[in-house]
């Protein structure tokens, strides 16, 4: 393969055409917003870059849940004491105030994201542990072996499989 | 080995493959010119094995290291024997008067080379926050590596949200954990970094053959610096890879029709497949590039647009039988069957009136995506007396896109403010990135004498 340099666009012309025009124009665009632009997100990045670099890894990781207001110590509590191959269910309620409607609908997803390999099961009577944000896992019929409450409203609890 | 070690690894499989591939078509055979198309190897590369480990997995497998790389060596090897069929060709790059258009292009190119540094450190310590990418996307590449594969029962592939997307994005970020030897989501923003960088290098590359580098740096640059796509770079969101892939099949496409070099086809087709495996719209995107060539390109090549179209829809069936045969319920979100009811669609006037009013906005929005949609639409209207076919087509997929997304908002049965309020930033990303790309080649057009216009 070779490589064929062809001759340079010439800006001169003998008579502007309204083409060659909005072209001049669109070019001259471009360079302003550049110019005006980049100062500015140069700034924004490197600030974001550097709060994340401030934050440990282990917080970086729960900047999704915050971002959804979530308290992240349930999750935190939930990946240190549920073992790979269990099982857990999540259950919410409104005995957790939140300051955002889908903060109860981000408990889910969040815990499928941050605590797999651990199986998320839609059945609670057939998960080992309960993940309660703000649920009633007393109103759930089963027997605890353990339970450990994270916050008032959030509760981990591990279910006693006969 | 450190997990950047292993990403740096993939990444160097991707470009050996997209190498080869390049070779095979004739594009790069020198060592001067392989370094030059770097960029577009690495896209390719990862176009090419992305689909191969989404067609793997769906094929019952868990596309593991030994078999993405004995995947790797069949399409290299395939590529490679290509060679000895197809002739190499010359590829022309313009270049610069000297003077003060050198100026403009070294201070473009400095600029975009500086912000990507910026985005680099950004990404070296981000992690997927987006609700989608953790709630799903990030989730699905998790299992996939952690169940050996696509899994269906609780907590696998399909427990969560949307199952019948397809599996490139999944599959692709799967990958990234296996070369980095574990589940790390902190190396994502980071691999999405590397392959923007190689999306900037096949852009510069592609576009080079018609566009002097004083228009194409500061128009990368100008790419580079949409709100609307950094916020995008490193989020695990398939909106990324999608914009990309769409951006580069267009203009691979809106080159094919000024130079009429069936490399390029080649090229938009393999981008359109991975596209098509990405996302449900990427068949959409597919079928409308197709389409608009077929249209604008009439008389002359029937068959390139014909075999992009069959490319995007053979490469769909696979995932299509494997849905049914696991009884994958389909997105709730929409139903293109919908489009068929009228009375259904009558009774959904006032969201096709909302979308009219709302929607269009997210795509000129200057805190999105600056001046790319507008300064495209002026550019290509400007162009219909010049070069028809290339305008035709830029603003057939600008229309016709933004028609097909007012569509989509029109038959879901989401609620409609709410849904284009958490979507539409993203969903018009793929024809703004596109808009964004296309600008330096429309204003090359425009300002290339008429001796130089025959392509």
Same mark, same amino acid.
């Given at each position: 393969m070779a490589t064929v340099r062809q001759p340079a666009l010439s800006l001169r012309a003998r008579t502007v055409s309204p083409v060659r025009a909005a072209g001049v124009a669109s070019v001259c665009v471009v360079l302003a917003v550049v110019a005006l632009k980049t100062p500015q997100a140069l700034n924004s990045i490197t600030d974001q870059a550097r709060t994340l670099a401030a934050l440990p890894a282990s917080q970086r990781e729960l900047l999704g849940a915050r971002s959804a207001d979530l308290d992240t110590r349930l999750f935190v509590e939930a990946r240190r004491r549920i073992r790979l191959g269990e099982t857990y269910a999540v259950i919410t309620g409104p005995r957790v105030a939140v300051s955002i409607e889908s903060t109860r609908d981000a408990v889910a997803p969040f815990a499928r994201y941050y605590l797999l390999p651990r199986r998320q099961t839609p059945e609670p009577t057939a998960a080992d542990w309960i993940l309660s944000? *703000? *649920?009633?896992?007393?109103?759930?019929g089963l027997r605890f072996a353990e339970r450990h409450v994270v916050a008032p409203g959030v509760e981990l609890a591990r279910v006693a499989h006969p | 080995m450190s997990a950047y070690a292993g990403v740096v690894l993939l990444d160097a499989l991707y470009l050996g493959v997209g190498a080869a591939v390049l070779a095979g078509l004739g594009i790069a055979r020198t060592l001067k010119a392989a370094a030059l198309h770097a960029g577009l190897a690495l896209v390719v590369g990862w176009a090419l094995i992305g689909t191969a480990a989404s067609l793997l997995l769906i094929a %019952?497998? %868990?596309?593991v290291v030994w078999q993405i790389l004995v995947a790797a060596v069949i399409v290299a090897g395939a590529a490679l024997m290509l060679a000895r069929r197809v002739p190499a060709r010359r590829t022309r790059r313009l270049r610069n008067a000297a003077g003060w258009q050198t100026w403009i292009a070294v201070a473009g190119a400095a600029a975009l080379v500086v912000y990507l540094e910026a985005l680099f450190w950004r990404s070296r310590f981000?992690?997927?926050? +987006?609700w989608d990418a953790w709630a799903f996307w990030v989730p699905k590449a998790k299992s996939i590596v952690y169940f050996g594969g696509?899994?269906?029962? +609780?907590? %696998?592939?399909?427990?969560? +949200?949307?199952?019948?997307?397809?599996?490139f994005a999944p599959a692709a970020e799967s990958l990234v954990f296996r070369f980095a030897g574990g589940v790390r989501t902190d190396v994502l923003p980071l691999q999405h970094w590397i392959l923007v960088a190689g999306f900037f290098g096949a852009l510069a590359v592609l576009l080079g053959r018609r566009v002097p580098p004083w228009i194409l740096w500061p128009s990368l640059t100008l790419l580079a610096l949409m709100p609307g796509f950094t916020r995008l770079v490193?989020?695990?969101?398939a909106d990324e890879p999608l914009a990309m892939l769409v951006t580069l099949a267009g203009i691979c496409a809106a080159l094919w029709l000024l130079e009429d070099d069936a490399r390029l086809a080649v090229l938009a087709g393999i981008f359109l497949v991975a596209g098509t495996l990405l996302k449900n719209e990427g068949l959409l995107y597919a079928l409308l590039i197709a389409i608009l060539l077929a249209v604008v390109a009439r008389g002359r090549r029937a068959v390139v647009p014909g075999a992009l179209a069959a490319a995007a829809v053979i490469a769909i069936v696979p995932w299509k039988l494997w849905l049914s045969a696991n009884d994958v319920p389909r997105t709730a979100l929409y139903d293109p069957a919908d489009l068929l009811r009228p009375g259904y669609l009558a009774d959904r006037s006032g969201r096709l009136w909302t979308a009219v009013r709302d929607v269009p906005g997210y795509f000129f929005s200057w805190d999105a995506w600056l001046v790319a949609v507008p300064l495209a639409l002026l550019l290509a209207l400007a162009l219909v007396g010049v070069r028809a076919r290339l305008s035709a087509f830029v603003l057939g997929t600008i229309v016709v896109g933004v028609a097909g997304n007012l569509t989509v908002y029109w038959v879901s049965r989401e609620p409609i403010d709410w849904y284009i309020s958490t979507t539409a930033d993203r969903t018009s990303a793929t024809l703004a990135v596109f808009s964004a790309a296309v600008v330096p080649l429309l204003a090359a057009e425009a300002l290339r004498p008429r001796r130089m216009r025959a392509g």
């Open positions: 944000f *703000g *649920g009633d896992a007393d109103a759930l | %019952g497998l %868990g596309a981000a992690e997927p926050t +987006a696509l899994d269906t029962s +609780a907590g %696998g592939f399909t427990s969560f +949200a949307n199952p019948d997307y397809p599996p490193g989020s695990s969101l």
